[in-house]
């Protein structure tokens, strides 16, 4: 897959990472693999809105499009526009969410270019 995957279990806690979030994080599958996502790997500034959109996915309420920094093992800001699906298991309960991420920094970049030659 050429977007950043990763999953959590119902506690929030990562069950699934894909080469690509391992690629532009910088963090191994091993490295993240059933620790809190948004306590151990989002800034605290967007803790809670990663956190409601995610919550709001385990209660079956789906977000799209939602942009946040995320910051690479070596500290580098990264713009992520991400998509929050929840999991179901085939008896139809919650059981997680997959988030399906995109690198959108050089969108970002450029767009702020623009402005600020405009």
């Known amino acids: 897959a050429n977007a950043p995957i990763f999953g959590i279990d119902t506690n929030g806690f ?3 990472w894909n080469r690509k979030a391992a690629a532009i994080t ?3 599958r091993e490295e993240v693999m059933g620790k ?3 306590r151990r790997f ?3 500034e967007y803790q809670d ?3 409601e959109v ?3 996915a385990l209660q079956g309420e789906e977000t799209a499009n939602f942009e946040f920094p995320l910051y690479t093992k070596d500290g580098e800001r990264v713009e992520v526009l991400l998509n929050a699906t929840t999991r179901r298991s ?3 309960a919650i059981v997680g969410v997959v988030g ?3 690198n959108i920094t050089e969108l970002k970049r450029g767009q702020a270019e623009l402005t600020r030659v405009a």
């Open 49 to 51: 809105s990663v956190g």
């Open 14 to 16: 990562v069950n699934e």
């Open 36 to 38: 809190d996502l948004v």
């Open 54 to 56: 995610l919550h709001k």
């Open 42 to 44: 989002i800034t605290p």
């Open 90 to 92: 085939a008896t139809g």
């Open 26 to 28: 910088g963090f191994s």
């Open 100 to 102: 399906v991420g995109q």
